[in-house]
């Protein structure tokens, strides 16, 4: 029997028998382990549930054996000292590629050599910390004693650098991650990828300590009657497509945005050019998963706020109407991601759930 119209004309549904998803209280009693954390967050509100979804879509990419994963990072991740979490990310084999800015792996190889960044006190005048070589970075500071040494690495492997081969980012954060095996224990992002096979590309690889001293290593070769090395971006970019055009399905881990955001999404629209304009018999490559973690709005209308939605217009990604798989966290990376990819983690079995006593 229908329903009669009240006297205002709603139509009073039920949303049990409409089978609307009920959301619960957040009982920390119950959740003793992270990724409990998570799917308990995930059950609630706001922030809360975007990190509950962002595991779920995580997990399923980590758990489809034809997904290739790629992470890209932007931000002062490694001076915030998630350069372990990225490291775990690698080693238990979720992340396939890595696409990040210079600095990124820059401070993530001062950790990898055993060297430490500080708490920035607020009492500190940025002007006594520039005389003194501390170099701030919101909270924390970069000891410029740290990336003289980063310079003294560079060095070294650049001086073994045949110089009829032309030098690109991923074959050179091969390299430095090979060196740093045989420099001892510490864990780091480029020692980890070296030994897992997994490339790092960095498309904006001038704008580091990693350019900037591949620039003064050219200096000195040019005082020592040497030819400069060469560095070809473009040797990035064909390897890049190179790995990702066999792939059966792609999925993307972003944290922040940026040029590695971009430049790892566009290769959806160069596959797509490729195809169109007859250099090659290709089928639509776009990315059938995503998972953002970045504060950005999106009313800015950059690319690092913009939705996977707006990427779908573009060819990046496919819709969810054909089975695309998204979540974006509007949040401080610092605070997501650990809840992500540690339930994630936990999940496929890599970490141990710690319960406590």
């Not at 110089?163 to 045989?182: D, M, P, T």
């Not at 970045?294 to 990427?311: D, H, I, K, Q, R």
Request: aromatic content about 10%; hydrophobic content about 40%.
């Amino acid at each position: 029997m229908a329903k009669k119209k009240g006297v205002t004309g709603r139509i009073l549904h039920d949303p049990v028998k409409d089978r609307l998803q009920p959301i619960y209280p957040l009982d920390l009693s119950r959740a003793r382990t992270i990724d409990e954390l998570v799917r308990a967050m995930g059950q609630t509100a706001f922030t809360a549930r975007q990190i509950g979804d962002a595991a779920d879509v995580l997990e399923a990419m980590a758990r489809d054996k034809d997904c290739f994963v790629v992470m890209t990072l932007s931000g002062a991740m490694t001076v915030g000292k998630m350069g372990l979490i990225f490291c775990d990310l690698v080693a238990s084999g979720v992340v396939k590629a890595i696409v990040s800015t210079g600095a990124l792996m820059a401070h993530g190889l001062v950790e990898a050599t055993g060297r430490s960044h500080f708490r920035y006190d607020a009492k500190m005048d940025d002007r006594e910390l520039f005389e003194a070589g501390y170099n701030r970075v919101y909270d924390s500071l970069e000891p410029e004693v740290n990336l003289d040494h980063v310079e003294e690495v560079m060095q070294r492997v650049l001086e073994k650098w045949d110089e009829s081969e032309a030098v690109c980012s991923w074959k050179l954060n091969k390299r430095i991650g090979e060196y740093l095996q045989g420099q001892g224990k510490g864990r780091g992002i480029l020692k980890v990828c070296a030994e897992k096979g997994v490339p790092v590309f960095v498309p904006a690889f001038t704008d580091s300590e990693l350019g900037i001293d591949f620039a003064l290593n050219n200096r000195l070769r040019k005082r020592a009657g040497k030819r400069p090395l060469r560095f070809d971006p473009f040797e990035d970019f064909e390897h890049y497509a190179s790995t990702m055009l066999p792939t059966k399905r792609m999925g993307l881990f972003t944290i922040g945005g940026g040029v590695p955001r971009n430049w790892a999404q566009q290769f959806g629209v160069y596959a797509e050019l490729l195809a169109r304009r007859g250099y090659e018999k290709l089928p639509l490559k776009r990315y059938s998963y995503g998972v953002r973690i970045c504060p950005e709005p999106v009313n800015w209308g950059g690319l690092s706020g913009s939705t996977y939605t707006e990427a779908v217009s573009w060819g990046k990604f496919v819709p969810a109407e054909e089975g695309g798989k998204f979540a974006e966290v509007f949040d401080d990376a610092t605070v997501a991601l650990p809840l992500v990819a540690g339930a994630v983690l936990e999940r496929i079995g890599y970490l141990k759930p710690n319960r406590g006593k």
